[in-house]
């Protein structure tokens, strides 16, 4: 019987395939880790766990003084003293719960990243000039854990909640990661079938429709943070006003855009229709180039998504829809990305 024994290619021989196949996957789990994130943040668990602990924190508490000692440290924060005095430790653990499993995704993620991306720099796999956009990838989702962290702390000393705005840098950063582990994996598998093909490079029309739909996540985002679903549950009109009575000057500009549960409701329901128009023509424009697939998930996504904003504004926000609306969001974003790669394409 012979040792097994890890030997390094004496000449690089890229696999694009296989490297685009498990960038496809850590894709599926920021998209798993987003929709968690949604759930975490519907059900209000997002401060329940008051420290960061990357390595340690993976072990949740064991042992019933365990579990009171993080109920201890929950109850100092101005949530529990404001707004859940009576809370039972079993309703503790349930939203303790969500926010460690969205912590434990995260983990997840970077170990399904990291070690891969070692083993194809071993074994010299990846293609010439991909390197440096995977370690900033990797980069990118260690910049994410901070971040994230940072949103929590906004909520752990003043507030009750955390700060939307950083709620909203920590989703548009997930979904920035998302779309560019598809996006690499796209030039990848475009190279696995032309050895010679470029990476693609953004069309001017894909880089409108892409910020178009930036701005309707952003606001999204502020949607979600300000509880701003609640203020109206009545469609397509806002408490029988097209434009709803309650908006307050907050002193600028910016601020009454978005921090005005009442505007950001309004602006986040009424631009949809310009993301959605944007991303329609972005469709029929990856269509007339050739592509298909991208065209149809495009039209799907969006189609799904906007039936499935209006169904969560008349429930009054009902956990099922909301959630339901935030993963079809983050599956707009996976076809807006591979619909702008489409127009984007450079086989040569």
């Known amino acids: 019987m012979t040792a097994l024994t890890l030997t390094r290619p004496a000449v ?48 949740p508490p064991l042992t019933h003084d365990q579990w009171m000692e993080a109920f201890r440290d929950y109850q100092q924060i101005p949530e529990y003293q404001q707004l859940r005095q009576g809370m039972t430790l079993g309703d503790f653990q349930f939203i303790f719960f969500w926010e460690w499993v969205h912590r434990l995704l995260g ?75 598809i996006w690499t994996a796209l030039d990848l598998l475009t190279r696995s079938r032309t050895p010679f093909a470029k990476p693609a490079m953004l069309h001017p029309f894909a880089i409108a429709a892409l910020v178009a739909l930036l701005v309707q996540l ?28 309650g908006i307050q000057w907050l002193g600028s500009l910016w601020a009454t855009l978005s921090s005005d549960p009442y505007l950001v409701h309004f602006i986040h329901r009424w631009w949809a229709w310009v993301a959605a128009f944007m991303l329609v023509m972005l469709a029929r424009m990856a269509k007339q180039a050739g592509e298909r697939g991208p065209s149809i998930a495009i039209n799907a996504a969006v189609g799904t998504q906007v039936a499935l904003g209006i169904a969560t504004v008349i429930s009054g926000i009902a956990l099922p829809l909301a959630v339901l609306h935030q993963a079809v969001g983050a599956l707009v974003v996976a076809s807006a990305t591979w619909g702008a790669h489409a127009l984007g394409e450079r086989r040569g």
């Open 12 to 59: 690089a021989i890229p696999r694009p395939a296989p490297i685009a196949r498990w960038l496809l996957t850590v894709a599926a789990l920021v998209f798993c880790m987003v929709v968690v994130g949604g759930i975490t943040r519907l059900t209000e668990s997002g401060l329940s766990i008051t420290q960061w602990k990357p390595i340690t924190g993976a072990i």
């Open 107 to 181: 983990r997840l993620i970077g170990v399904a990243f990291a070690l891969p991306l070692i083993w194809f720099a071993w074994k010299r796999a990846i293609p010439q000039g991909y390197g440096p956009r995977l370690l900033a990838l990797l980069a990118l989702g260690g910049l994410q854990g901070a971040i994230g962290w940072w949103m929590v702390k906004s909520g752990l000393s003043v507030r009750t909640d955390v700060s939307h705005y950083r709620l909203a840098v920590h989703l548009l950063t997930a979904l920035f990661i998302m779309g560019g582990l």
């Open 218 to 245: 952003m606001f999204g985002a502020f949607t979600a943070g300000l509880d701003a679903g609640y203020v109206s549950s009545t469609w397509p009109l806002m408490n029988d006003h097209l434009v709803p009575q």
